[in-house]
C-alpha cells in the first residue's frame, strides 16, 4: 500500500545522465560501482552494529528484455540522503571511502540501463522507498525531480536494490564467467576478511591465493629452500606511500601472474587476468618473470579515475616503476633473477601422470594399427603439391591475408571444413612459383575428419593447436618445395592417412 509520496530534487546534473551511456565501462568495474556503495554503507556504521558482514547478491538475467538486479543487505539510504544519493556529481560529506566522487551508482546503472529503479529501506523506519529514473522521458520532459514512492515495510529490515531494465549491455555466458573471476579478485581483501559474501546468480564469490615457491637460490641448487616471498614498503614524490607484498608463484601462470593494484582495499589495476605487468619490470610476454612475479601492491595518494579502473599516475609511473624494480631484485631477496634463474625440476609428478597417458595411449594405437597401414602407404605413388584448389561445399570460416616474402606478394587462405566427404584432415593448393608476382596458398584443414571430431570439435583449445600445427604444415611443405624439396606433398599425404587410420581413436 502506498502510504506517501513525495520528490527529490537532483538539478543540475540531469543533462549528465545522458552521456553516461558512452562511458568506457567494462561490466566488472561498472558492477562494481553497485558493490562500492554497499561496502561503504556497510562500513560507515559496521563499528556501531551488530550488523559484522554485508552480503551483496548480483543476479544477471540475459533473455530479452535482459535484466540485472544488485540488492545488499546494509544499511540503506536514508531520506535525508537521497538528495545527494540521485543527484549527479554530488560528492558525499566522507569521501575518503569507496564512494568517492559522487557517480558511481548513477554512472553504473546510466551506463547499463536506460530504466533502471532503486528501492532501499533504513532500520528502524518501516518504509520501503523506491525511486524510477527513465532517462529518455526525464530528459525529453526537463524533468528535474524524481518521484519517490513509499511502501509498507517492517522496523528490522534494511536493504538497497537496483534494478536495471533493457540492459544495454548484455553480459552472456562467457562475459559472465570473467564479471565473476574479476569481481572475487577486485573485492579479495573484503572476502578474505569475512566482512563481505558476493554472489553472482546464486555462486558465492572466493578467491583461491597462488601457492608461492619454496626452493632454493637457483645459483646455489644444494642450498636451503626459501619461501620467495618479500615484503614491499617504499615513499616517493608528494607523500605517496606504496606498501604490500611481492612473490614467485610456484606454478607458472601466463594469464594470472603479474600484480595487483590497491586502493582503499579494492583492487584498482590488475584483476584477475588483467594483471599489471609493465615490461620495464616484467620484460616480455615469453619471460619467465612474466610467468611466474605476481603480488599485491596498496597505493595511497595518486588519484584515480572516475570509473576506478586505473590510476593517474602522470610522470610519476616511471618513478614508481624504478622504485619498485630495485625493491623487487635487492640482494636479501632477488625476486626478479629467481623468477628468470629458476628451473622446476624434471619430476613433476602432475606433468608425469599427464604425458604418460597421453603418451601410453598414442603408442597403444600406433602398436595395434601401424602395421596395417604400412604397406599401403609405402605402395603410393610420390605426390607434389597441388596446383589447383577446390572449393569445399561445407565450409565453415574462411580467412585471407596478405604477406610480401623475398619481394614477392603472397595471398594465403585458410578454410576450414565440414565436409565429411572430404577424407583428408589438410589439403594444400600453391599458385605460383618464385618469381610471379602473386603466390596464391590455400590451406585447407577439416573439421569432419575423424581425429578432429574425437578430440576437437569439443575443445576451442585442441581445435586452435590443430590449426596452428596444420598451417605450420603446409607453409613448412611450401619452403620446402622452394629449397629444392621433390615431391614435398608426400609428407602431408601420409599425415593424412596415418592420423585417420591410426590416431583418430581415443
Request: glycine content about 6%; hydrophobic content about 40%; aromatic content about 12%.
Given at each position: 500500500m502506498i502510504v506517501a509520496l513525495s520528490k527529490v530534487d537532483i538539478r543540475p546534473g540531469v543533462s549528465i545522465l545522458a552521456v553516461l551511456r558512452h562511458l568506457n565501462y567494462k561490466p566488472w568495474f561498472a558492477l562494481g560501482e553497485f558493490v562500492d556503495?554497499?561496502?561503504?554503507?556497510?562500513?560507515?556504521?559496521?563499528?556501531?552494529?551488530?550488523?559484522?558482514?554485508?552480503?551483496?547478491?548480483?543476479?544477471?538475467?540475459?533473455?530479452?528484455?535482459?535484466?540485472?538486479?544488485?540488492?545488499?543487505?546494509?544499511?540503506?539510504?536514508?531520506?535525508?540522503?537521497?538528495?545527494?544519493?540521485?543527484k549527479p556529481a554530488s560528492i558525499p560529506p566522507d569521501n575518503t571511502g569507496l564512494s568517492e566522487f559522487g557517480m558511481g551508482m548513477k554512472?553504473?546503472?546510466?551506463?547499463?540501463?536506460?530504466?533502471?529503479?532503486?528501492?532501499?529501506?533504513?532500520?528502524?523506519?518501516?518504509?520501503?522507498?523506491?525511486?524510477?529514473?527513465?532517462?529518455?522521458?526525464?530528459?525529453?520532459?526537463?524533468?528535474?525531480?524524481?518521484?519517490?514512492?513509499?511502501?509498507?515495510?517492517?522496523?528490522?529490515?534494511?536493504?538497497?536494490?537496483v534494478i536495471l531494465n533493457d540492459v544495454f549491455h548484455v553480459p552472456v555466458k562467457r562475459t559472465i564467467h570473467k564479471?565473476?573471476?574479476?569481481?572475487?579478485?577486485?573485492?579479495?581483501?573484503?572476502?578474505?576478511?569475512?566482512?563481505?559474501?558476493?554472489?553472482?546468480?546464486?555462486?558465492?564469490?572466493?578467491?583461491?591465493?597462488?601457492?608461492?615457491?619454496?626452493?632454493?637460490?637457483?645459483?646455489?641448487?644444494?642450498?636451503?629452500?626459501?619461501?620467495?616471498?618479500?615484503n614491499i614498503d617504499f615513499?616517493?614524490?608528494?607523500?605517496?606511500?606504496?606498501?604490500?607484498?611481492?612473490?614467485?608463484?610456484?606454478?607458472?601462470?601466463?594469464?594470472?601472474?603479474?600484480?595487483?593494484?590497491f586502493r582503499r582495499g579494492r583492487v584498482i589495476q590488475g584483476s584477475a587476468d588483467e594483471t599489471y605487468r609493465p615490461?620495464?619490470?616484467?620484460?616480455?610476454?615469453?619471460?619467465?618473470?612474466?610467468?611466474?612475479?605476481?603480488?599485491?601492491?596498496?597505493?595511497?595518494?595518486?588519484?584515480?579515475?572516475?570509473?576506478?579502473?586505473?590510476?593517474?599516475?602522470g610522470e610519476l609511473e616511471q618513478t614508481f616503476l624504478k622504485l619498485l624494480r630495485d625493491n623487487l631484485d635487492s640482494d636479501d631477496i632477488p625476486l626478479l633473477r629467481q623468477a628468470e634463474g629458476h628451473r622446476v625440476r624434471g619430476n613433476d609428478s602432475r606433468l608425469i601422470s599427464l604425458v604418460g597417458h597421453a603418451v601410453d595411449s598414442s603408442v597403444d594405437e600406433l602398436r595395434n594399427h601401424l602395421p596395417l597401414i604400412i604397406p599401403g602407404i609405402l605402395d603410393s605413388a610420390l605426390i607434389d603439391t597441388p596446383v589447383e584448389h577446390t572449393e569445399s561445399q561445407a565450409q565453415l570460416m574462411k580467412r585471407t591475408f596478405d604477406i610480401s616474402f623475398r619481394d614477392q606478394n603472397w595471398s594465403v587462405c585458410i578454410e576450414i571444413s565440414n565436409d565429411v566427404s572430404n577424407s583428408e584432415?589438410?589439403?594444400?593448393?600453391?599458385?605460383?612459383?618464385?618469381?610471379?608476382?602473386?603466390?596464391?596458398?590455400?590451406?585447407?584443414?577439416?573439421?569432419?575428419?575423424?581425429?578432429?571430431?574425437?578430440?576437437?570439435?569439443?575443445?576451442?583449445?585442441?581445435s586452435e593447436i590443430m590449426f596452428r600445427v596444420g598451417a605450420a604444415l603446409a607453409i613448412a611443405e611450401v619452403l620446402a618445395r622452394d629449397s629444392g624439396v621433390s615431391k614435398a606433398g608426400t609428407v602431408r599425404r601420409n599425415m593424412n592417412d596415418i592420423l585417420r587410420d591410426v590416431f583418430s581413436n581415443r
Open positions: 556503495n554497499a561496502l561503504q554503507s556497510f562500513l560507515a556504521k559496521s563499528a556501531t552494529s551488530s550488523l559484522k558482514k554485508v552480503t551483496i547478491e548480483i543476479n544477471i538475467d540475459s533473455t530479452e528484455p535482459a535484466r540485472i538486479s544488485i540488492k545488499d543487505d546494509a544499511f540503506g539510504i536514508p531520506l535525508e540522503d537521497f538528495p545527494r544519493a540521485f554512472s553504473a546503472a546510466c551506463w547499463f540501463s536506460p530504466k533502471w529503479e532503486v528501492r532501499t529501506s533504513v532500520i528502524g523506519e518501516p518504509i520501503i522507498r523506491t525511486v524510477y529514473f527513465d532517462i529518455e522521458n526525464m530528459i525529453a520532459d526537463e524533468s528535474y525531480e524524481l518521484s519517490i514512492k513509499e511502501t509498507q515495510g517492517s522496523e528490522e529490515q534494511h536493504f538497497t536494490e564479471i565473476k573471476s574479476h569481481l572475487a579478485s577486485i573485492y579479495r581483501c573484503y572476502i578474505r576478511k569475512g566482512l563481505l559474501i558476493l554472489k553472482v546468480n546464486g555462486e558465492v564469490l572466493s578467491y583461491q591465493d597462488p601457492k608461492i615457491l619454496n626452493a632454493p637460490y637457483f645459483k646455489d641448487k644444494e642450498g636451503e629452500p626459501l619461501i620467495w616471498r618479500k615513499k616517493f614524490g608528494d607523500n605517496i606511500s606504496v606498501n604490500g607484498f611481492a612473490a614467485i608463484r610456484a606454478v607458472g601462470n601466463t594469464s594470472e601472474a603479474g600484480f595487483s593494484l615490461a620495464y619490470i616484467f620484460g616480455n610476454s615469453n619471460s619467465y618473470k612474466y610467468q611466474r612475479v605476481f603480488g599485491e601492491l596498496y597505493i595511497n595518494g595518486v588519484e584515480v579515475s572516475h570509473t576506478k579502473d586505473g590510476f593517474r599516475w584432415w589438410l589439403a594444400l593448393s600453391d599458385t605460383g612459383r618464385i618469381g610471379d608476382t602473386c603466390r596464391q596458398l590455400h590451406i585447407q584443414m577439416s573439421m569432419s575428419h575423424p581425429l578432429m571430431i574425437q578430440f576437437a570439435q569439443k575443445d576451442g583449445d585442441v
